[in-house]
């Protein structure tokens, strides 16, 4: 059974607010939200990560509803440059390996 | 300190010869791991180091697999007697356990083709 399913691709235009939904019904209570965003031909890079509620950086914003059986990611004013995969994670803090899906392969429209 | 670094960062061989890649983590991480990456899959999950300690492999490890990181630094992951279907992405990461809400930290890769 995954432990997350996000939508396989998107499309936005520059300067739009884009926000990636990704499911993951079966999370356990000791689970954390990461999100990770890769690049091709580079190796994944930490965006954010929440247990609940509403995590901001100076990156992206992540929304967890109370049930937490979803998550947002929420991408502000995007650039051609946010053109990349990225990775909706669950993973027991203290868990030994990251597992990741397919991932949302974003694409920015100029 | 630069990051995680990966030597080679490109790879060709021939089918039946050995190779063996380096990963240099971030030095105060305690953890290493080592994944796989296939063209519009994302990172899998091949092994795992807690200091110089290998705690966990994948099945995805086969026998022709074997992965060191000796004096908790440095890891080396070697693959002997490569196959076609060995070609990837392969991709080291480093992360400071016990830290709650710790990142984890990968390199750009070595990129393996098999001919």
């Known amino acids: 059974l995954a432990k997350t399913t996000q939508p396989i691709s998107m499309d936005s235009y520059e300067g739009q607010e884009v926000n990636i939904t990704c499911s993951h019904n079966?999370?356990?209570?000791?689970?954390?939200i990461t999100w990770y965003q890769q690049f091709p031909s580079q190796g994944p890079r930490f965006i954010i990560q929440?247990?609940?509620t509403k995590v901001t950086n100076e990156v992206a914003s992540l929304f967890i509803p109370a049930d937490r059986k979803s998550s947002t990611l929420s991408l502000p004013r995007v650039s051609l440059s946010d053109t990349a995969v990225y990775y909706c994670?669950?993973?027991?803090?203290?868990?030994?390996?990251?597992?990741f899906g397919t991932g949302t392969r974003l694409t920015i429209i100029p | 300190d630069t990051g995680v670094s990966q030597d080679p960062r490109h790879k060709i061989t021939k089918r039946g010869q050995n190779v063996t890649f380096r990963c240099d983590p971030i030095?105060?991480?305690?953890?290493l791991y080592w994944y796989r990456q296939t063209l519009g899959q994302g990172p899998e999950f091949l092994t795992y180091?807690?200091?110089?300690?290998?705690?966990?492999k994948s099945r995805l490890l086969s026998d022709r697999f074997s992965a060191e990181r000796p004096k908790g630094s440095f890891s080396t992951l070697e693959i002997q007697r490569t196959e076609q279907g060995d070609s990837a992405m392969y991709l080291c990461?480093?992360?400071?356990?016990?830290?709650?809400?710790?990142?984890?930290?990968f390199g750009q890769g070595t990129r393996l083709t098999v001919v």
């Open positions: 990461a480093s992360s400071l356990h016990g830290v709650v809400g710790t990142e984890a930290f």
């Open positions: 079966n999370i356990a209570t000791n689970d954390y």
């Open positions: 929440g247990y609940k």
């Open positions: 994670l669950v993973d027991n803090f203290g868990n030994e390996k990251l597992t």
């Open positions: 030095s105060e991480h305690n953890r």
């Open positions: 180091f807690q200091n110089e300690a290998q705690l966990e």
